[in-house]
């Protein structure tokens, strides 16, 4: 018996229709994207894990695919390092490569390969599938796209301010209603500070960036397992229950942090930022929130994140500054800023809130059916016409019974039918049948390209 075939989870198939819509998303965001002045490269799905290791913090190190080298991946290894089962150790003679975690670190790399090349500031987007070692969960897959936007070698703030209007304008286009939250790394590496727990930022901002998900008490817990003091988790409370508007949070954080020189800048930073989205009256709310913390290691300066309004699910986009990351790769002193749209994550969204326009879902506007051989080669060269004139048409392929070919018109709703029979064959027209309205004409093929050119 024939195994039932079935796909890895956390990853999907798309069916023609899901195609579409995915595909509104991908052009609506590329549009924008083109807009700003960006463009497009592609890397690999494959990188060293050389280049991948040690970007994403421990948690995101766990989460990387690796792949086994090819041939006899075992050749390396001796019977010890079996037994000894220390996968770490493992993975270093089997496995040299991993599938990408995000798109931003093979970005760096390609700058860093590429910088002969390229002109600064780069502006850049690419829009590819990334893999994570997940628990998959709704709104969170293993294999998902992300489309993402980015600037390096330039340290100005407006390109902050703009990929702000890059979210604002896309969401927008798409009629999602979200909230862009906004926070900078040195505000919260000065709360490190301020608390005298500098050392621990990391795992300060690993546990309190899941607030929304796990809550306080067990954000608090996890401090206390890390190592952090009871004062020093007492004194952060009033920083993650902070409220108010963006002012009355400035100012409450900036008397927080008046001993941290970097704290203070990184409220000047975050200061500038919101000034300037006041002044072009961004649309989309901008709301500081000093729990957001974003897990990956290399962000440095503002960060950000998009939480779709209407539909519990978790962020649908997110980035933020960089400044060292080419560093590792031998490119110092290039800084970087960009976010990445979920893809498959605004996807669900579109889907759950049926935001997607009404006529999208056409593909064929027109389908030709015939009765015999000779009027099924007759609908071959006026389906030619139509094609040249930038009409999608399609012809079913044999002459079938007409139930069977308007049976078919009507499940991919197809909006017109070109109907050749023996007397449109002698007359060189179409009997062109509107499928909505049941209306029908005996057309030449010039009208009925003229006419489906305005419908």
Known sequence: ?????????????????????????????????????????????MENLST???????????????????????ANTDQADLES??????????????????????????????????????KRYQIQPVWRADKPQKGRYREFYQCDVDVVGSDSLLNEVELIQIVDEVFRRLKVNVCIKINNRKILSGIAEVIGEADKIVDITVAIDKLDKIGLDNVNAELASKGISAEAINKLQPIILLQGNNKEKLNTIREFLS???????????????????EALNVQTKVELDLTLARGLNYYTGAIFEVKALDVQIGSITGGGRYDNLTGVFGLDGVSGVGISFGADRIYDVLNQLDLYPTDMMQTTKLLFVSFGPEELKYALTCINQVRAAGIPAEIYPEPAKLKKQMSYADAKNIPYVGIIGETEMNEQKVMLKNMTTGEQNLCSINDVINLLKVN
Do not use: H
Request: proline letters at 5%; hydrophobic letters at 40%.
């Open 52 to 74: 991948l290791m040690g970007k994403y913090g421990d948690e995101g190190d766990k989460l990387l695919f690796k792949i086994l080298n090819s041939g006899d991946y075992l």
């Open 259 to 277: 001993s941290s020189e970097t704290g203070l800048k990184g409220i000047e930073e975050i200061s500038s930022i919101l000034s300037y989205i």
């Open 85 to 122: 089962r220390n996968s770490i150790k493992l993975i270093n003679k089997i496995s040299e490569k991993g599938l990408r975690y995000d798109l931003t670190v093979p970005f760096a790399r390609f700058v860093v390969m590429n910088r002969d090349k390229i002109s600064f500031p780069f």
């Open 1 to 45: 018996m024939a195994t039932k075939p079935s796909i890895p989870k956390g990853t999907r198939d798309f069916a023609p229709i899901e195609m579409v819509r995915r595909n509104y998303i991908f052009n609506t965001i590329k549009e924008v994207f083109r807009l700003y002045g960006f463009q497009q490269i592609e890397t690999p799905a």
